[in-house]
């Protein structure tokens, strides 16, 4: 076996190990046989069992769809725009789907199915909006891309207040969405991800069966499309898949920050750049991330739950500006990749 | 083989290439010669369908490649660009696969055959014991052997090189240019490669083509080619041109600067 799939095993076990943490951490030893048959036959038959099956293994499958889908839509925006920085959280990705999503909401009163429609075109809004803007502050001359995080970073800033500035108006409804707009996993938003699933799954297709082509895209454009890549139909294809998906999980549990960036960082030494290895990686990493971030969340404040939101944006911001370190400001950084 | 017929393209209002017309022969290692901004770089970007051509046409064995599919181009024509970026931690093995992509399903990879060719390419370029190594971390030529085993996985007839010894020292350069000579000679490749070196063309190249502001002055035998009236007129330069072990050397005369001592 190569070593390649000797990593992919290993964290598969880690995942596995994490889901079973997450879902039974502090219950009761001596109930865990009650729980497991619980959940085998999908019925509970006592209180902690109606935890086990309606509130934990909700918030495990939130944890595992959003963390999965940021990491590896963050793999794919990073090897696309060539920038270590880039993930649906600084792209604008983010906090377009949640301007679009409260705005639907709060001003035209959409129902759940529409805000979902609402947040997949804020998630393509918001990148659009980062890249017009980068654009305008003159990109081509910034072979680094540095000034297309920073646009990402105004556009996020800007549709962030304004997402504020509509929840401060309508006090009445704004308890519905202020914990959401922080990125919470919550087993009552469980109903969402039974509507949007689909969207992440089929992101995740479309990413997967691209990955050889955007593996050589890594290469430059010229090069890849010597080996026989149709660079600009790909490369929008893969661009409208990760920001989709991303859209769609803020659509559900609003945006989780920061997994998208953080994820690839760790995928990268040891499934490489390739993206027919390093996406399923990315994916269970990024799984793994979401469940782990969501078990600190719930259990680290203890009788307190805190926003899954909060403690990956916490992580992710001491990670951020370990990456800006060591690409930017360390001497004789390197070129993005 | 391969043919430019009148092709002229042009970055925006700069013209590029003018009515270049070549017959590229078979088989042959065919030098692109000439001066700093040419037209050198761009003659083979037109011919990958990089650079537009606003007239003209290119053909393969007769066969226009206009309109022809990426993947379908690419099982034809193999391209070595002139800056290769490898991202980190990406492995030899792991290049060379990538290069057969256009004989790959959109669900597959490759085949054992192609396996077996990617073996055999890395025994070529004298890499086999690499193929697991991170590329970013080979040396300067055996990085450079490693594009060209890719270009080489890719398995077709024609293989255009931009400055394929760029940033390698003498030892280097004529290690890959005899390597280039083992593709054609007994790999029977169509080689096209933009040279600098006036005396590494004469030592590795069969025939020449010569250029200057986007035109092509002559293309020929390396003989009929590399003269002094030609060079001189390419490059303004007086260049003394003589025969030495069976290949032309090319000796630019001093043009007013300090000699050496």
């Known amino acids: 076996m190569d070593r390649r799939s000797l990593h992919l095993l290993l964290i598969l076990a880690m995942l596995a190990i994490v889901l079973v943490v997450h879902l039974f951490f502090g219950f009761h030893a001596a109930d865990l046989p009650n729980l497991i048959a619980a959940l085998q036959r999908f019925e509970a038959q006592s209180y902690e069992e109606a935890v086990l099956l309606f509130q934990r293994l909700p918030r495990t499958l939130i944890a595992i769809y959003a963390g999965g889908i940021a990491a590896a839509s963050g793999f794919v925006l990073q090897s696309l725009v060539r920038n270590p920085l880039a993930s649906p959280a600084t792209l604008g990705v983010n906090s377009g789907a949640a301007l679009f999503l409260v705005a639907s909401a709060l001003l035209f009163g959409a129902s759940a199915e529409l805000q979902g429609i609402a947040a997949l075109a804020g998630a393509l809004a918001g990148f659009l909006s980062s890249l017009a803007v980068a654009r305008l502050a003159g990109r081509r001359n910034d072979p680094r891309g540095l000034s297309l995080i920073l646009s990402g970073a105004l556009v996020s800033m800007l549709f962030t207040g304004m997402t504020n500035a509509l929840l401060l108006s309508d006090p009445a409804r704004r308890a519905e969405f202020l914990s959401w707009v922080t990125g919470n996993i919550n087993h009552v938003y469980i109903d969402r991800l039974a509507m949007f699933w689909w969207i992440g799954a089929l992101s995740v297709a479309i990413l997967l069966l691209f990955a050889r082509p955007l593996t050589l895209i890594l290469l430059g454009a010229d090069k890849a499309a010597s080996t026989g890549v149709n660079v600009p139909l790909v490369s929008r294809f893969a661009i409208g898949a990760a920001v989709l998906g991303s859209g769609s999980a803020v659509a559900v549990c609003g945006p989780i920050g920061f997994v998208g960036l953080v994820v690839p960082h760790i995928v990268r030494p040891f499934m490489g750049n390739n993206l027919v290895h390093a996406l399923p990686a990315s994916l269970i990493v990024g799984a793994i991330v979401g469940l782990a971030a969501d078990l600190i969340a719930r259990e680290a404040f203890y009788p307190y739950v805190v926003n899954t939101g909060l403690v990956t944006d916490l992580i992710g911001g001491i990670v951020f500006i370990v990456i800006v370190k060591r690409f930017y400001l360390s001497p004789g950084s390197r070129e993005a990749s | ?261």
């Open chain 2, 1 to 261: 083989m391969l043919e430019t017929r009148h092709v002229s393209a042009a970055y925006g209002p700069l013209n590029v290439l003018s009515d270049v017309s070549v017959r590229f022969s078979k088989g042959r290692l065919t030098a692109i010669v000439g001066p700093n901004g040419c037209g050198k770089s761009s003659l083979l970007k037109a011919i990958m369908g990089f650079l537009p051509i606003s007239a003209g046409d290119i053909l393969l064995e007769g066969v226009p490649l206009h309109g022809i599919s990426r993947k379908a181009l690419a099982r034809r024509i193999a391209y070595l660009p002139q800056d290769c970026f490898c991202p980190d931690y990406m492995t030899l093995g792991e290049l060379i696969e990538l290069a057969g992509y256009s004989r790959y399903s959109l669900t597959g990879g490759p085949s054992a055959q192609d396996r077996d060719l990617f073996k055999q390419v890395l025994e070529t370029v004298g890499l086999s014991d690499r193929a697991g190594f991170p590329v970013n971390k080979l040396s300067g030529g055996q990085r450079q052997r490693a594009w060209i085993a890719m270009v080489l996985a890719q398995d077709t007839d024609v293989i255009l090189m931009d400055e394929p010894v760029n940033h390698l020292d003498m030892k280097y350069q004529f290690a890959v240019l005899e390597l280039v000579r083992e593709l054609i000679e007994t790999h029977g490749k169509t080689v096209i490669a933009v040279l600098h070196d006036l005396n590494l063309t004469t030592a590795f190249a069969d025939e020449v083509v010569l250029m200057q502001s986007g035109r092509c002055i002559t293309a020929g035998p390396v003989a009929d080619t590399v003269t002094s009236d030609n060079i001189e007129q390419v490059f303004g330069l007086r260049t003394q041109i003589f025969p030495r072990d069976g290949r032309l050397v090319c000796f630019p005369e001093r043009i007013g600067h300090a000699s050496v001592a």
